[in-house]
T-cell receptor
């Protein structure tokens, strides 16, 4: 079967660092994407990991462990505009992204 | 056009009516997708197309049909709308079907009464 787990909500303070975890189980696996979605908006692409390890893109980094079925998104120097939902989406053997409800990130000043 | 566009932005529809949601991209992407997103739930794939002239069924295809006559356009048709099809519909595209980077349109908010 297929499963995807992320915390429903995470709270952090402006200027801090936050990590959003994702565990998954899919029928076949090619890679894992992270997307950001503001309330009322469309998802926007952040990263796609195929190999194990950490990939850094400015304030955002994404980590993947294929053997553990685990990924995380790391956001540094949090800004109020980072308040959004973050969607973890593994790609299965049919090349389809599997979507969960995502993690709502609340940032406090 | 820059990127991917959808029309209409929102629509209220009587049950039983036929409706086509439009999606156009100008990035020459091969793959296109239709998703629906309901409050508190993840995106669910309705139909997809890996290249012009081909389409495939996603997770929730019943009640919906698509066509892909050319690279740019990927309309989604509800033949006879039902209230359970009330949702936000997103069209997306990617360079290829196996790409993890999808570009999303702004969405169509559809209410079926």
């Amino acid at each position: 079967g297929q499963s995807l787990e992320q915390p429903s909500e995470v709270t952090a303070v402006e200027g801090a660092i936050v990590q959003i975890n994702c565990t998954y189980q899919t029928s076949g696996f090619y890679g894992l994407s992270w997307y950001q979605q503001h309330d009322g908006g469309a998802p926007t692409f952040l990263s796609y990991n195929v190999l194990d390890g950490l990939e850094e893109k400015g304030r955002f980094s994404s980590f993947l462990s294929r053997s553990k079925g685990y990924s995380y998104l790391l956001l540094k120097e949090l800004q109020m505009k980072d308040s959004a939902s973050y969607l973890c989406a593994p790609m299965d053997s049919n090349y389809q992204l599997i979507w969960g409800a995502g993690t709502k990130l609340i940032i406090k000043p | 056009i820059a990127g991917i566009t959808q029309a209409p932005t929102s629509q209220i529809l009587a049950a039983g009516r036929r409706m086509t949601l439009r999606c156009t991209q100008d990035m020459r992407h091969n793959a296109m997708y239709w998703y629906r997103q309901d409050l508190g739930l993840g995106l669910r794939l309705i139909h997809y197309s890996n290249t012009a002239g081909t389409t495939g069924k996603g997770e929730v295809p019943d009640g919906y049909s698509v066509s892909r006559a050319n690279t740019d356009d990927f309309p989604l048709t509800l033949a006879s709308a039902v209230p359970s099809q009330t949702s936000v519909y997103f069209c997306a595209s990617s360079v290829a079907g196996e790409s993890g980077e999808q570009f999303f349109g702004p969405g169509t908010r559809l209410t079926v009464l």
